[in-house]
C-alpha cells in the first residue's frame, strides 16, 4: 500500500501563487508516475499535471505556462508550482501516484483563488 499526504493549499487572489508538496510513503517502486488532478464543485475530476519517474511531464491546456510540476528534493516526493491563479483553478487538489497497475490518491487539499 502507499499512502499520500498533501499540503500546501490555502485562499490566495487571483493572479497569486501557491506550491503544493506530496509525499509517497509506504512500499514504493522506482517505476512510478506522480501528479496531480482537481476536482471543482458539481465537475468530474480533471488531470491537472502528471511527471513520470523518468522526468516525461504532461500538462492540462488550461495550466500550461502557469504551473510547473517537479519531483521533489526528497525522494517520493512530487511538488506543483502554480503561478498566475485564477478564480477558475478553484477546487481540491488531488495527489496521484501510480506504480505496477495500481493507482493511490491523497486525501485532497483546497485551492480557493478569490479576491
Known amino acids: 500500500q502507499v499512502q499520500l499526504v498533501e499540503s500546501g493549499g490555502g485562499l490566495v487572489q487571483p493572479g497569486g501563487s501557491l506550491r503544493l508538496s506530496c509525499a509517497a510513503s509506504?512500499?514504493?517502486?522506482?517505476?512510478?508516475?506522480m501528479g496531480w488532478y482537481r476536482q471543482a464543485p458539481g465537475k468530474e475530476r480533471e488531470l491537472v499535471a502528471i511527471?513520470?519517474?523518468?522526468?516525461?511531464?504532461n500538462y492540462a491546456d488550461s495550466v500550461k505556462g502557469r504551473f510547473t510540476i517537479s519531483r521533489g528534493s526528497a525522494k517520493n516526493t512530487v511538488d506543483l508550482q502554480m503561478n498566475s491563479l485564477k478564480p477558475e483553478d478553484t477546487a481540491v487538489y488531488y495527489c496521484?501516484?501510480?506504480?505496477?497497475?495500481?493507482?493511490?490518491w491523497g486525501q485532497g487539499t483546497q485551492v480557493t483563488v478569490s479576491s
Open positions: 509506504g512500499i514504493t517502486f522506482s517505476i512510478n508516475t
Open positions: 496521484y501516484r501510480a506504480q505496477t497497475e495500481n493507482a493511490y
Open positions: 511527471i513520470a519517474n523518468t522526468g516525461i511531464t
